[in-house]
């Protein structure tokens, strides 16, 4: 785990009690002196008509911000939407973002972990298959499940995203456990059932991070949240010694766990 320079945050157990009580966007705005953050809890939704969107324009307009940070990774600069809707339609609030960053001619940076950096920290906290597992479940199985793929048959998104998402960034998988069938295998032994393309508890409350008790994988889910939060508290951290003024646009889930330690930076940042 990255140093977290005793950063105060709420549990993610206690994040899930809160959590469908909350309405987005989930907005935190600090002020120190000359300094102001406006962090944005987001609910990842690409509905145009959403409030969301018109409060991070809202926000942006009167912020005037300096510098950006997006969650789920760099956009890269050349990338340029025709219009606020097509920004939306095509990456949610992180496209809204950028879509303003450039218009006022900032910086939009990266505030997650890279996935390398992640694997690295998470292998030390858990065992490899068990990883291996939940993140499978979690970026491609409830997603897919939830139509964020499209219509791609799953066995062919499997064998994309093994290179993409894994191998790449230096996740330690041989040949044989790149397959699909090795994911079914190891499923089975972990849940104690066949793996099946479907909603049902096993796919969703079983490796649900908000979930406490002995939930292993629910347990590795908030391993993985904690160390994309510090980072991302590092970065803003270190941003405030340049800039005045900084905009955030994140999930409402790491919003709720990390405004503590928000509250702490802006405190402590220079006048």
């Given at each position: ?9 709420v ?33 990842h ?47 949610g ?76 960034p ?65 970065k803003?951290d ?22 503590p ?11």
């Amino acid at each position: 785990m990255p140093e977290d320079k005793e950063y105060q945050m709420v549990d993610y157990v206690t994040v899930g009690q809160q959590f469908s009580s909350i309405e987005t966007p989930y907005i935190i705005d600090l002020k120190k002196g000359n300094k102001r953050l406006v962090f944005i809890g987001c609910s990842h939704t690409r509905d145009t008509t959403s409030t969301e969107f018109t409060t991070i324009e809202k926000y942006f307009k009167e912020l005037q911000p300096q510098i950006t940070f997006n969650e789920g990774g760099q956009i890269p600069a050349a990338v340029n939407f025709q219009s606020r809707n097509d920004a939306i339609a095509k990456k949610g609030e992180t496209g809204l973002l950028k879509y303003l960053s450039d218009k006022a001619n900032i910086q939009m940076l990266n505030g997650d972990i890279s996935d390398s950096l992640e694997f690295t920290l998470t292998l030390k906290e858990h065992p490899k298959d068990d990883l291996f597992l939940y993140y499978m479940i979690e970026r491609l199985v409830v997603p897919y499940l939830n139509n964020a793929y499209g219509n791609k048959p799953f066995n062919e998104l499997y064998s994309l995203v093994i290179e993409s998402w894994f191998i790449k960034p230096g996740f330690p998988l041989s040949e044989e456990e790149k397959s699909i069938a090795y994911f079914k295998k190891l499923y089975q032994e972990k849940m104690g059932r066949p793996f099946v393309l479907e909603i049902n508890e096993d796919n969703f409350e079983k490796f649900d991070y908000m979930n406490g008790g002995d939930c292993n994988f629910c347990a590795i889910g908030r391993t993985s949240k904690k160390a994309r939060d510090i980072v991302l508290l590092e970065k803003i951290d270190q941003a405030f010694n340049h800039y005045d003024r900084v905009m955030v646009t994140f999930g409402h889930g790491h919003a709720m766990a990390i405004e503590p330690a928000l509250k702490q930076i802006i405190e402590k940042a220079r006048k």
